[in-house]
C-alpha cells in the first residue's frame, strides 16, 4: 500500500487545467430511498398554499470535470457516492415527467460535499477533477408556473447563495482565473460634504460626513488620494460593528419622567460605565474583561473559562442557515481568540410570528417561519459538527422581529489560567490558518452597520456566507496545542474585516507588513481590497516568533489545517500592505486606531405614564382555559422540536440538560456543564440567560433589570452560587442616530448599570447590534443577559421536575398586581403600561435558595417567567409527571423602595382595576400569570419543613404540596384578601406586603389542610390534568 | 494488570474522541488518539483494539461516515481485516459506526445507516439492550444487560436492502443492540417496537447496534461513553452505565 503524507489529502490545487480535449464532464444523480425531504417539501408546500404537489423526488446532483474515464465515473460512483442500501443513481439525466426545478450554490458558496468529493478523487487516485453540487426537485402533481415560481422563490432556493432554475443547471465550478491584481486610487481630492456623504452611499462605507471629513483631511496632507484599499480598511476599522462608535460616544440624554419632569443627563460613553461598574465590584475572579475577543474568569485554581455572546442578526435575516452557521462559528472563534477551547454554545433566537400571514410580510422579508427552521438548522449543523453541546438558550416570537430577527450566538470556553498569550513582537511572522479566502462576506462589517431595506438585501448577496465547521475544528484542535506549546505570543479570529481588523488590532501598537500573494484563495481573481477585506470563515491570526513557525506548520498538518505565513509585524508604527509588486496600502496605525472622531449624540426617553389599566376589561376566560393557553402560547410552549436536534450531551459533562423528568420534558432553567479535564473536582459551571424584550417597550430600564433578574433566578435554580455571576450583555437597538432609539439605549444600560450593583455581579464582555430596522422600523429593542455561575457541587444541583408526592411547595419572592409588559396582558389584551418594580434588594432570596440547595433540602426549583407562577407550576408537574394542589397569593400591589424612589417605576396605592367591571376576574387572572421578578418555587421534603421555613423565612411561603392524583389544582386566594391569611399573620395593608416586611417569618410553616381548599366551580380555582397540560405545552410523545 | 493499548482514530470532524478516550482508560484500557493523517498502516500491529469514535468525519459531506470508510478501506482495509480475524475487537460508534458500515468491515453491505425518519439530528437518552443472543464473542457476557446513554445523531436509521435481510442478519446472531421501550428492564417483549421516541430514528426491528460475522468488529449509532459515571444520568435509577461496554471490550483487548 502507498503511504500518504498529510498533504497528499489535500484538494487538488485551483491552477486552469487548460483546455483539454480528452477532459470530459460528467452528471451524476443521486436519490436515496425514503430520504426525508421528500416528504417534508409537499408539507411545507402546502403550507405556502400550492397545494397541487402531489408528489416530490429529491437527488443530489455531482457535476465532474476532468480527466476521467467511464470506469473512473463508476468507480468514484460505488465507492463514494452511492450508498447500494438505499440509493439508485443517474448518470447522465433521469427520466422524468415531473417538473424539475434545479438549484446549486453561487459561485463562491462554500460547496462542502463538492471539495470531499475532489479529494475523496485523490484517495482513490483517480485523476484530478473538479466538482460541483446541486439539489435537484422533481415535482409531479397539479403545477402551473406561478407554484413553480412560488416553491423556487419560497421553498427550494435562497437567491443569496444560490442560483436556482426551471429545468436542468449548468454547473458553475469554481471560477479559474481572475483579473490582474491592483489597488486604484478613490478621488477624495475637493470633494465637498454632499459629493462625501454620496461616495460613502455609494461604497456603502457606512461612514457619515465627519468621519469621511476625517479621511479626506488625511489624504490632503499625505498629498495624494487613498486606494480603494486603503478607503475600505478606514471604513471597516471606523465602523460601528469593529469600534462601537455609539458606545463609545458623548451622549445627551433628555429623558421626560413619568410626572413630567424633564432630566438632562450627560454620558461620557456607554461602554465606560459598563467597565466602571464591573470595576466597582472588585471581583478577584475576574481574569480579563472587557479588553479581548472575549470575557475570562476563574473557574477553579487551575482553569478559567473564557465567555462570549455575539449576534448574526442580518446575515441570518437573508439567509438563515448560512447567517446562524457562521455565527456559531463567530463565536467560538472569538473563544479561540483568547486561547481558550470551546466547551459549550448557547443560543437565543428572536422571531415573527410563527403563523404571520404571508400577505402581511414585507417585500425582502423572508417568513419567520423559513427564518427559524433555516436558523435552527444553521445552529445545529455548526455545533453538531464542532462537537460541542448547544445547552442553553431561549426563543422568542414577536411582531418586532419580523424584518429584522435577532440571532445571539454564545460560547464558554476553558483555558488554564494565564495561558492566553496577548503581546505581538515586532519580527513575529503574521501567521493565518485555517479557511482559505474567497470573495465571502465583503463588507460584513459596514453591511451590519446600517440597516436593512429590500434594496439593501438585494445588493448584500457576498455579506452572507456558509459555514464550514470541520474547518474550524482543525483550527481547535491546533490552537489548544499551539498554545500549551508557547508557539505564538499573540492570536485573534479574523471576523468582521477580515485581515484588515484582525491585522490592523494586532499591530496597533507596532506596525505590519503584508503581502496579499501569499493569502491562500478559493478561487484566483480577488482584487488586493476584496482579499483583505474579505470576511470568508474559519480564519485565525497568530503572532509567531520565527522559530515557532516551523511547528506550528508540523501541528497544522497533522490536523489537517492550512497555514500561510503572510508578513510579519514591525516597529514602524505603519500598516503596509501590498500584492506582490502592487502597493495597495500605507497607512499611520494611528489614523486606524485613534482617527476617528468621537461621535456626539442626542437622546430623548420618555418613562411610560403609569396609568391604570383603562377600559378594556378582561375577557371572561376560566382559570384552566388561562393556563392552557398560556402554556400553549409560542412565548411558553415546549421548544423540544428546536433543542432535540442540538447535541446538548457531546464532551460528556452536561449534568443538567434543557429537559428533565422522567420522560424528559419538562424545560429546565438553566445548563450545569462538568467540563473535560475537571473530573478530579466537584465544581461545574452553569449557562442561562435573561430576556424580557415586552418589558422594555414600556421601560427599557426595568428590561436590563429584569433580564439580569432572570439569568438570576435560572442560574440559582439549578445550584448555582449568586455570589459568582459573571454577566454578558448584548444590546439589540434600532438605528443610534434616532434620538429615541438612543435614548432607551441609555435607559438599558442605565439599567445594567444599576443591576451590576444589587446583583454585585460583574459584566464581563458585551456586544452591541445597532442599525437593526427594516424599511426605517426599529427592531424590538433587546437586551439580552447571559450569565454563568458556578456551582460548588455538580451533585447539589435542582431541576423543574417534581419528585416526590407529599413534598411541600414553596414561593420565594413574591408577585404584582402590575401587568405590563407580561404574556398574559399580550396574550389577552389588557392595556397596562404598569411594570412590576424591579427587585431592590435581591441577593438574600437567592442565597438562601443556594444555601438550601447546597444542604441537599431541595428536589426541585423553577424560577417563575412568562406565564406567571400558574405556567411555572404546571412546568414542574409535566416534567415530574405528579400533581400539585397550591393556593397562591392574590396579586399584591408593588411597593416602592423608599432607596429606590428616583427610579421607581408604578405608582405605590391602588392597583387600578377597582373601577373595572371585574376586579375578581383581573385579580384572579393577575395572580395566576404577573410576572414580578424575583420568584422561585421550591419543592422540599415534608422531612425538611422546619429547615426550610427557618431558613427562607420572610423571603419565601408555603404555598402547597405534591400530589399523585395527576391533577394541578391552583387555588387563588380568595379576592383583594392575602391569600394565605388561614395559616399566617394577615397582610398589613393592600400596599404592603407581608413578606417583605416580615411578617410571616418561619410561621409560615402552618396548615395548608386539604379542608381549605374551595370546592370545585370557584372562580379562582385552577384545575387541569397534567396530561392536559402536557398536551398544550406541546411535548413530544412519551415513551 | 497491563492496560492494553487502544488506538482511536481521529479525522477531521471526529468529535467525541477524548470522551471515548476516557471511558477506555476507565475501563482499564490505554487509549491513544491518533489524526489519520499520521497513522500509518504499519502501526497497527502497536495497538489491541480499535475505536472509531463519533463525530462528523469530513462533515459528513459525501453522506454520514462515507468518506471515512472510503478512507479506512483504501489505506487500512488489509490491516483492519487482519485485526479482526486476530479476534482483536474493533469498536465503533455513531460516525464510526457508519464508517465501518459503509466500509464493509461489518460484513457485505446488506445493511446500512440513512437519514433519521424524523428528518432532523436527534439528541436524546435511550434505553438499549445487548442483544443475548449475539455473536460477539467480547460482547457474550453483557448479553442480556441494559444500557442508558444518548444518541445524537442526524443518521442513525438502520435501514436494509430488502426486508429478508433483517432476517438474515438475526440467524447470523449480528444484532447487538436494540431499542427498547423507556423505563423497561431488558425483557425479550421490552423493544421499542419501532415507536418513537424510544426507537429514536426510526430503525428496522429497534436495530441500534450490529457486529460483523467474526464478531471481533462491533458498532452502534448511541454513545455509551457519555454515560459513564452516574451524575451523567438525567434521571431514573443508577446502573445501566455504558462503563460496562467499555470494560468488555478492553478486557477482551488484554
Not at chain 1, 958 to 971: A, K, Q, Y
Not at chain 1, 988 to 1017: F, I, K, Q, W
Not at chain 2, 169 to 191: H, K, N, P, W
Request: hydrophobic share 40%.
Amino acid at each position: 500500500m502507498k503511504v500518504r503524507g498529510a498533504e497528499s489529502r489535500r484538494a487538488p490545487a485551483l491552477e486552469d487545467p487548460g483546455a483539454d480535449e480528452s477532459r470530459r464532464a460528467a452528471r451524476i444523480q443521486v436519490r436515496s430511498a425514503g430520504h426525508p425531504e421528500e416528504r417534508r417539501i409537499p408539507e411545507a408546500a402546502a403550507q405556502l398554499g400550492v397545494t397541487g404537489l402531489s408528489d416530490c423526488r429529491f437527488w443530489t446532483v455531482y457535476h465532474l470535470e476532468g480527466l476521467l474515464s467511464e470506469a473512473d465515473v463508476a468507480r468514484l460512483c460505488a465507492e463514494v457516492l452511492v450508498d447500494p442500501v438505499t440509493d439508485e443513481v443517474v448518470v447522465g439525466l433521469p427520466d422524468t415527467t415531473a417538473q424539475v426545478v434545479e438549484v446549486a450554490p453561487l459561485a463562491g458558496v462554500t460547496d462542502g460535499a463538492a471539495r470531499e468529493l475532489e479529494r475523496a478523487a485523490a484517495v482513490l487516485e483517480l485523476p484530478p477533477l473538479r466538482a460541483a453540487t446541486a439539489r435537484r426537485y422533481e415535482l409531479a402533481g397539479d403545477l402551473d408556473e406561478a407554484d413553480i415560481g412560488i416553491l423556487m422563490a419560497r421553498l427550494l432556493a435562497n437567491p443569496t447563495i444560490e442560483r436556482s432554475h426551471s429545468g436542468e443547471l449548468a454547473p458553475s465550478f469554481s471560477p479559474t482565473w481572475g483579473a490582474a491584481p491592483a489597488a486604484l486610487p478613490v478621488e477624495l481630492t475637493g470633494l465637498d460634504d454632499g459629493q462625501l456623504a454620496e461616495l460613502s452611499r455609494q461604497r456603502m462605507l457606512s461612514l457619515d460626513v465627519i468621519e469621511m471629513q476625517a479621511i479626506q483631511t488625511h489624504f490632503v496632507s499625505c498629498g495624494r488620494d487613498p486606494t480603494d484599499a486603503e478607503l475600505e480598511t478606514l471604513a471597516q476599522a471606523w465602523s460601528e460593528h469593529c469600534v462601537h462608535k455609539t458606545f463609545k460616544a458623548r451622549i445627551t440624554l433628555s429623558h421626560t419622567r413619568a410626572d413630567g419632569r424633564l432630566e438632562v443627563s450627560h454620558h461620557d460613553g456607554l461602554l465606560n460605565a459598563l467597565r466602571r461598574a464591573t470595576a466597582e465590584l472588585e471581583a478577584d475572579w475576574l481574569r480579563s474583561v472587557f479588553v479581548d475577543n472575549a470575557g475570562i474568569v476563574a473557574f477553579d485554581d487551575d482553569l478559567d473559562l473564557a465567555v462570549k455572546v455575539e449576534t448574526h442578526n442580518h446575515p441570518s435575516a437573508l439567509e438563515p442557515f448560512g447567517g446562524a452557521n457562521t455565527g456559531v462559528g463567530g463565536v467560538v472563534r472569538d473563544i479561540l481568540g483568547v486561547s481558550a477551547r470551546p466547551i459549550a454554545c448557547t443560543d437565543v433566537l428572536c422571531f415573527g410570528p410563527e403563523d404571520l400571514d404571508e400577505a402581511d410580510l414585507p417585500a425582502g422579508v423572508l417568513h419567520p417561519r423559513r427564518i427559524r427552521d433555516g436558523v435552527v438548522a444553521g445552529i445545529g449543523d455548526y455545533g453538531n459538527k464542532l462537537g460541542l453541546p448547544t445547552v442553553n438558550g431561549a426563543v422568542l416570537y414577536e411582531p418586532g422581529y419580523v424584518g429584522n430577527p435577532l440571532v445571539f450566538c454564545g460560547a464558554l470556553g476553558l483555558l488554564p489560567a494565564g495561558s492566553h498569550p496577548t503581546a505581538p513582537r515586532a519580527g513575529d511572522r503574521i501567521i493565518v490558518i485555517g479557511g482559505r479566502t474567497g470573495r465571502d462576506g465583503i463588507g460584513g462589517a459596514t453591511f451590519s452597520s446600517a440597516g436593512l431595506d429590500a434594496a439593501v438585501v438585494g445588493r448584500a448577496g457576498s455579506a452572507v456566507q456558509i459555514g464550514d465547521p470541520i474547518v474550524e475544528k482543525g483550527c481547535i484542535e491546533v490552537i489548544e496545542r499551539a498554545r500549551d506549546r508557547g508557539l505564538y505570543h499573540a492570536i485573534t479570529d479574523c471576523g468582521a474585516g477580515g485581515l484588515s481588523s484582525a491585522v490592523g488590532e494586532m499591530g496597533a501598537d507596532l506596525g505590519a507588513e503584508v503581502d496579499l500573494a501569499t493569502v491562500p484563495l478559493k478561487y484566483p481573481g480577488l482584487q488586493p481590497w476584496e482579499i483583505w477585506l474579505s470576511e470568508a470563515q474559519e480564519r485565525m491570526v497568530l503572532a509567531v516568533p520565527e522559530d515557532g513557525v516551523a511547528p506550528l506548520r508540523t501541528l497544522c498538518q497533522t490536523w489537517d489545517v492550512e497555514l500561510s505565513d503572510i508578513g510579519s509585524f514591525t516597529s514602524s508604527g505603519r500598516l503596509v500592505v501590498r500584492h506582490g509588486a502592487c502597493d495597495a496600502i500605507d497607512l499611520p496605525m494611528e489614523l486606524l486606531h485613534d482617527g476617528l472622531p468621537r461621535q456626539e449624540l442626542a437622546a430623548t426617553h420618555s418613562d411610560p405614564i403609569a396609568a391604570p389599566g383603562r377600559g378594556c376589561p378582561p375577557p371572561v376566560i376560566d382559570g384552566a382555559e388561562l393556563l392552557l393557553e398560556l402554556l400553549a402560547h409560542p412565548n411558553v410552549a415546549s421548544r423540544e422540536s428546536i433543542v432535540r436536534s442540538y447535541d446538548h450531551e457531546v464532551r460528556g459533562g452536561t449534568v443538567v440538560r434543557p429537559f428533565t423528568g422522567p420522560s424528559a420534558d419538562g424545560p429546565t432553567d438553566a445548563a450545569v456543564l462538568k467540563p473535560l479535564g475537571t473530573w478530579h473536582h466537584d465544581r461545574a459551571v452553569a449557562l442561562a440567560v435573561g430576556i424580557n424584550p415586552r418589558i422594555g417597550v414600556l421601560d427599557p430600564w426595568a428590561m436590563a433589570l429584569y433580564a439580569i433578574d432572570e439569568a438570576f433566578r435560572n442560574l440559582t435554580a439549578v445550584g448555582a452560587d449568586p455570589d459568582r455571576v459573571a454577566l454578558l450583555d448584548n444590546f439589540c437597538w434600532g438605528d443610534p442616530t434616532k434620538p429615541d432609539r438612543l435614548g432607551s439605549l441609555v435607559r438599558a444600560v442605565q439599567g445594567c448599570v444599576e443591576g451590576a450593583r444589587r446583583y454585585r455581579a460583574p459584566f464581563v464582555s458585551g456586544k452591541d447590534s445597532l442599525y437593526n430596522e427594516f424599511d426605517g422600523r426599529a427592531v424590538l429593542a433587546t437586551l439580552l443577559i447571559s450569565a454563568v455561575g458556578i456551582v460548588p457541587d455538580l451533585h447539589r444541583v435542582a431541576t423543574s421536575a417534581l419528585t416526590t408526592a407529599g413534598s411541600d411547595l414553596w414561593l420565594v419572592g413574591q408577585g404584582s398586581g402590575s401587568l405590563g409588559g407580561s404574556l398574559v396582558a399580550d396574550l389577552l389584551g389588557l392595556d397596562d403600561a404598569r411594570v412590576p418594580a424591579p427587585v431592590s434588594d435581591p441577593l438574600p432570596r437567592y442565597r438562601a435558595v443556594h444555601d438550601l440547595i447546597g444542604r441537599g433540602l431541595v428536589s426541585a426549583a423553577h424560577d417563575v417567567s412568562d406565564g406567571g407562577i400558574a405556567v411555572a407550576l404546571a412546568e414542574m408537574a409535566i416534567g415530574g409527571q405528579l400533581g400539585l394542589t397550591a393556593t397562591i397569593p392574590h396579586a399584591v400591589n408593588d411597593v416602592t423602595d423608599p432607596g429606590d424612589l428616583d427610579e421607581a417605576l408604578v405608582e405605590t396605592a391602588g392597583n387600578g382595576y377597582e373601577a373595572s367591571a371585574a376586579p375578581d376576574r383581573l385579580g384572579m387572572i393577575a395572580a395566576l400569570a404577573n410576572e414580578a421578578p424575583g420568584r422561585l418555587v421550591l419543592e422540599t421534603p415534608f422531612a425538611a419543613r422546619g429547615a426550610v421555613a427557618e431558613r427562607l423565612g420572610p423571603l419565601g411561603r408555603r404555598i402547597g404540596t405534591v400530589t399523585g392524583t395527576g391533577e394541578i389544582e391552583v387555588r387563588v386566594a380568595a379576592g383583594g384578601a392575602d391569600p394565605l391569611s388561614g395559616f399566617q399573620p394577615r397582610i398589613e395593608s393592600r400596599t404592603g406586603s407581608s413578606l417583605e416586611r416580615g411578617g410571616n417569618g418561619g410561621r409560615v410553616a402552618g396548615d395548608l389542610r386539604d379542608g381549605s381548599v374551595p370546592p370545585t366551580g370557584d372562580p379562582n380555582r385552577v384545575t387541569v390534568s397534567v396530561e392536559t397540560a402536557r398536551r398544550a405545552f406541546g411535548c413530544q410523545e412519551r415513551l | 494488570m497491563s492496560r492494553p493499548p487502544v488506538l482511536i482514530p481521529h479525522a477531521p470532524g471526529t468529535n467525541r474522541d477524548t470522551e471515548a478516550a476516557l471511558a477506555v482508560a476507565a475501563a482499564g484500557g490505554d487509549p491513544q488518539i491518533v489524526p489519520v493523517g499520521d497513522l500509518r498502516p504499519a502501526a497497527f500491529s502497536d495497538y489491541a483494539a480499535v475505536l472509531l469514535p463519533g463525530g462528523f468525519s469530513y462533515g459528513d459531506a459525501l453522506g454520514a461516515g462515507g468518506r471515512l470508510a472510503l478512507e479506512l478501506r483504501a489505506w487500512f482495509g488489509l490491516e483492519l481485516r487482519e485485526f479482526a480475524r486476530s479476534g482483536k475487537p474493533i469498536l465503533g460508534i455513531c460516525n464510526g459506526f457508519q464508517a465501518l458500515a459503509k466500509s464493509g468491515l461489518l460484513g457485505p453491505r446488506s445493511f446500512t445507516l440513512a437519514a433519521n425518519a424524523g428528518g432532523r439530528f436527534e439528541c436524546r437518552w435511550v434505553t438499549l439492550r445487548v442483544e443475548p443472543g449475539c455473536r460477539s464473542g467480547w460482547l457474550g457476557r453483557l448479553g442480556g444487560s441494559t444500557i442508558r446513554c444518548p444518541v445524537a445523531h442526524g443518521e442513525g436509521r438502520l435501514a436494509v436492502s430488502d426486508p429478508g435481510v433483517v432476517a438474515e442478519l438475526e440467524q447470523a446472531r449480528r444484532i447487538a443492540f436494540r431499542y427498547l421501550a423507556s423505563g423497561s428492564t431488558g425483557g425479550v417483549a421490552d423493544v421499542a417496537a419501532g415507536a418513537y421516541p424510544a426507537n429514536p430514528n426510526g430503525s428496522v426491528n429497534d436495530i441500534a447496534g450490529m457486529c460483523d460475522p467474526t464478531g471481533a468488529v462491533v458498532g452502534l449509532m448511541p454513545h455509551p461513553e457519555d454515560h459513564i459515571v452516574d451524575w451523567q444520568r438525567p434521571s431514573g435509577p443508577p446502573g445501566s452505565r455504558g462503563s460496562a461496554l467499555f470494560e468488555a471490550f478492553v478486557a477482551a483487548a488484554r
